[in-house]
């Protein structure tokens, strides 16, 4: 019997060698008509629909230049800096790579922002299309690919403006000399200067949501203009649904979202566990994307302390991430095999850790409150405090995502790969958390679009450095379905 895989690549290989069986515009349609159709749960493109996709995504230079600047830089890691250098009409997009400095908890911290202004007129139609990381990520991912090929985010421009967004501390200049699970690899709350350890432990328990939406909100509000559609990828899906409490942000997304491995708010979680009559607290009972990416809260005897770090490795992405769609695989790799390049590759401008706080909030372990609220207590009276941090002030804003408004929406729709496991269940899409996530915007949303359409290829949580062009195509029939 042939391999799901093997199927899938004759496939796929059939459609290019074509030049591209079904025109774009037809695939469109497609999309479009799948959209349209207000009954279903959930929708899907078929595979060689989706291969077909990418016809005038294609960059003025082939993507050469960004290529050649990361190839010349230790581990990829190049100065996002430098692209604003490179002439716009060679990239097909305007480059501008934006600091903001803010102040959370009475300390500073810095997010990124790499803007992509497009130069196709059409662009100016559309929403600035916002791009955030998911957690152990940052801006390399989205804007290229594990071999430095052009990645989601510049096929996404040559149509849209995009700013990809790094969260604080997921950022650094030249990337990380550390290795990976070593202590000493922290994140770079400040571009421009080195902490101390007890600060960084401290930082590491203060990186919440409401944290992190404050620096979102001043760099959208400072470097765009117009609508804004935001896509949170993974973790960072809480980023676009605390947006529509904000007034200025919900004015601005318009009653419009778009989701790529996003999930929901956290407070689903446990309204799912109430709804399908499991108790609290139960690992069964929590969704896909906690089980699968191992941050699920551990019990207390086995607790990690909350200011250290969770860091990657090949054996966590092994399971429900990259597979045989990863740039680096060759035939015959093993998934461990092929995580273990993707970790080694991405090294050093990748972050590669996450703040167990993100984890934790994202979860809905909205029990742990107590015991993080004692964590920071605990590092605050060890070191005096030297920072001013305010207790009460963390205190009343950990799990702000168990209070996200789901009201207000006209139109929303869920994009997932069809081989994403923290998102999608092939074997039985019902149980799928897209589907119940989708299913409660529609009960809260009665006259709203909410849609949920999946990407039939073999692509996983991943699918954006996996097959980037054809997703920008197949996500700007969705922009341009969402806005017509």
Request: aromatic content about 10%; proline content about 6%; some cysteine.
């Amino acid at each position: 019997m042939k391999s799901p895989f093997r199927i899938f690549t004759l496939a796929a290989i059939g459609c290019l060698l074509a030049g591209t069986a079904l025109a774009t515009p037809e695939v469109e349609k497609k999309i479009w008509a799948l959209l349209d159709d207000p009954k279903s749960v959930y929708v899907s493109l078929d595979t060689p629909s989706f291969m077909s996709l990418g016809a005038g995504f294609e960059l003025p230079d082939g993507g050469k230049q960004v290529t050649a600047l990361a190839l010349a830089a230790p581990g990829g890691a190049f100065d996002p800096r430098d692209l604003e250098k490179i002439p716009a009409a060679s990239l097909g997009y305007e480059a501008k790579w934006c600091v903001e400095r803010y102040k959370h908890y009475n300390l500073d911290w810095d997010i990124t922002g790499l803007r992509l202004t497009s130069l196709d007129p059409e662009a100016k139609k559309y929403p600035w299309l916002v791009i955030m990381n998911g957690g152990a990520a940052n801006v390399y991912e989205f804007y290229v690919d594990l071999k430095n090929r052009p990645g989601w985010g510049q096929f996404l421009a040559q149509k849209l403006n995009v700013m990809i967004v790094s969260i604080p501390g997921n950022f650094k200049y030249g990337g990380w000399d550390e290795p990976v699970k070593s202590e000493l690899r922290q994140p770079a709350y400040l571009l421009d200067k080195e902490l101390s350890m007890e600060e960084y432990e401290l930082r590491n328990c203060l990186l919440t949501n409401t944290n992190v939406m404050k620096g979102l909100k001043q760099l959208l509000m400072k470097n765009t203009t117009g609508d804004l559609l935001l896509i949170g990828h993974s973790t960072s899906g809480e980023m676009a649904m605390l947006a529509n409490n904000d007034p200025e942000l919900r004015a601005r997304t318009n009653g419009r979202y778009l989701g790529w491995g996003s999930g929901g708010p956290a407070r689903l979680d446990r309204v799912r566990e109430a709804r399908e009559g499991v108790s609290a607290g139960e690992d069964s009972a929590r969704p896909a994307r906690a089980v699968a990416a191992g941050s699920t809260p551990p019990g207390p005897r086995e607790r990690t302390p909350l200011h250290k770090l969770s860091r990657r490795d090949a054996k966590g992405y092994s399971g429900g991430y990259s597979r045989w769609l990863n740039p680096l695989y060759e035939p015959g790799d093993s998934t461990y095999q092929i995580a273990e390049k993707w970790i080694v590759a991405e090294g050093r401008r990748r972050a590669q850790f996450k703040q167990q706080i993100q984890s934790i909030e994202h979860g809905g372990g909205i029990d742990l409150k107590g015991w993080i609220e004692y964590s920071i207590e605990q590092i605050l009276v060890k070191t005096g405090n030297p920072w001013g941090v305010n207790l009460e002030e963390v205190s009343a804003e950990l799990f702000s995502t168990h209070y996200t408004k789901m009201d207000g929406y006209d139109r929303m729709v869920w994009t997932v790969a069809h081989y994403d496991r923290n998102h999608w269940v092939p074997e039985d899409p019902m149980k799928s958390t897209e589907v119940f996530f989708a299913n409660e915007y529609r009960r809260v949303n009665p006259k709203g679009e909410i849609r949920l359409i999946v990407w039939d290829p073999l692509m996983t949580h991943y699918g954006h450095v996996e097959l980037p062009q054809q997703l920008a195509s197949a996500t700007y029939s969705v922009v341009r379905w969402l806005d017509r």
